[in-house]
């Protein structure tokens, strides 16, 4: 049951935590053994490698799926807001300020037992305002145009989980690309960000991560290229200002 619905990483990481709470009650409160040795681990202190599309596969996907009004604006909002499933089926019209050009995420839905359940979003941090571009909220905009007499505190798409894998698995057959899974939009997005050299911080915080530690973790291979980017330009920075220099002299 536990591992249900869990990354690896994740998992791996409850282990170890409960690992060193049964160790100190083992020094400490003379509890015999660690019950998590014997049960053995669990999850991977590494993730497996990594699923997501470039902007160019996206925008192959996208374009199969324009026939669908909801489907379209649901997978422009992921892709361009990197935001997971649960908060995306949690948010109402009353979270989307066009005024402001941003999405409040304060909540995630979940279906359990054939019933609705809106919890807290997966952390503390995972409360966010996200800025919006504004073809994105244009795209919204003329989605609710659907709605006759919407009210602010309905669902924004009113649609379950297999809907959207279902409408996920048709985009991809009919654009010919790679399979990936819902939640890889949120990877696409992260990925997008980082080949436009936004800074590790500004990454985390949309994406609503802890700490930068886990966004490391997630998408540190990524930043190697960026190195390589950075070296170039200080060497293009260093012979412009020698350049310079010598005409002067």
């Given amino acids: 049951m536990l591992k249900r619905g869990f990354s690896q990483t994740y998992l791996k990481t409850i282990h170890n935590q409960l690992c060193a709470i049964f160790n100190f009650a083992v020094q400490f409160y003379d509890l015999k053994s660690n019950p998590c040795r014997k049960a053995g681990s669990m999850g991977k202190k590494h993730a497996d490698e990594m699923k997501f599309w470039t902007k160019q596969e996206f925008e192959l996907f996208i374009d199969e799926v324009m026939d669908k009004q909801t489907t379209y ?14 908060e995306l089926l949690a948010l109402t019209p009353s979270d989307i300020d066009f005024d402001k050009k941003t999405i409040k995420i304060s909540k995630s839905y979940q279906r359990i037992n054939g019933q609705d ?11 966010r305002i996200i800025t919006a571009p504004n073809f994105l909220l244009d795209t919204i905009k003329e989605y609710l145009e659907l709605f006759y007499d919407c009210d602010p505190r309905d669902y924004l798409f009113p649609v379950s989980k297999h809907y959207i894998e279902r409408e996920l698995k048709r985009g991809v057959e009919k654009a010919g690309i790679k399979k990936i899974r819902v939640h890889d939009f949120r990877h696409s997005h992260a990925s997008l960000l980082i080949d436009m050299n936004f800074p590790i911080l500004a990454v985390s915080n949309r994406l609503g991560h ?36 010598q005409q002067v002299e």
């Fill in 117 to 127: 359940i809106i919890t807290e979003p997966k952390t503390s941090k995972s409360k």
């Fill in 210 to 245: 802890e700490n930068i530690q886990t966004t490391l973790n997630v998408y540190g291979h990524l930043y190697p290229n960026k190195q390589k980017q950075l070296a170039e330009r200080l060497e293009e920075r260093y012979m412009e200002d020698l350049s310079c220099k």
């Fill in 73 to 86: 604006t649901i997978f422009m909002t992921f892709y361009w807001t990197g935001i997971r499933l649960g």
